[in-house]
């Protein structure tokens, strides 16, 4: 007797499911265009764009440089620094930041263009995000202040900590470079 309401309760949720719930939309493909963010290593996915530091120290002075303060040098305890630390990843004091830990500008760039200004993140334009990755980046000293960044060129900035990272070495873990 159990197992006949049990059966009986289960063919009822089967209907249930196969009926339409009523709500939502099908995705369009600008839907999926907004949400289809990410930019990997190599730079696929970067849109077409340009920008030099020179151009991107305005941009960082107006929607940046609030938090973190005029060289990117952050405001401790509260806003974390942009620069700095170069070296310092294998000291007892490691400084973690853009240039001391990031292996790949192209992550700077899906980074900024995600989710800073941290109080308006993602109202920059493709432009004003190559320009102030630019500006971050030459703030480390990695590009000129007039080198231009672009889909093409960005992915070749080497960053210094790109092989800082080492696999896991654990032998149920099959990860490998
Ligand atoms: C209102 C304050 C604020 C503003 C304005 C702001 N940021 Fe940030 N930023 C933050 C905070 C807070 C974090 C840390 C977020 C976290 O760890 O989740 C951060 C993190 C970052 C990081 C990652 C740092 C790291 O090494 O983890 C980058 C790069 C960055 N911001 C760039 C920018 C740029 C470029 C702008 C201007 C376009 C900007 N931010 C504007 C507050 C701000």
Redesign the pocket.
Known sequence: MRSMLLLLCSAGVIAAQSQPYGFGQPATAADTAQKDLTVFPNGKGLPSGKGTADQGAA??KE??????NEKGEGRPG?????VGGIGSLTSAKPL???GS??PYATT?WD??RR??????PRS?SAD?VYA??A??LHLNGLVERTQELNEKTLPAVKMPNRDGFVPDRRPDIKSKR
């Open positions: 941009i960082y929607k940046c440089a609030e938090c973190h509260q806003y974390p620094a942009l973690k930041t853009v830990f990031w700077v980074y900024i989710a800073m200004p941290f109080d308006h920059l004003e102030v990755t500006f971050v």
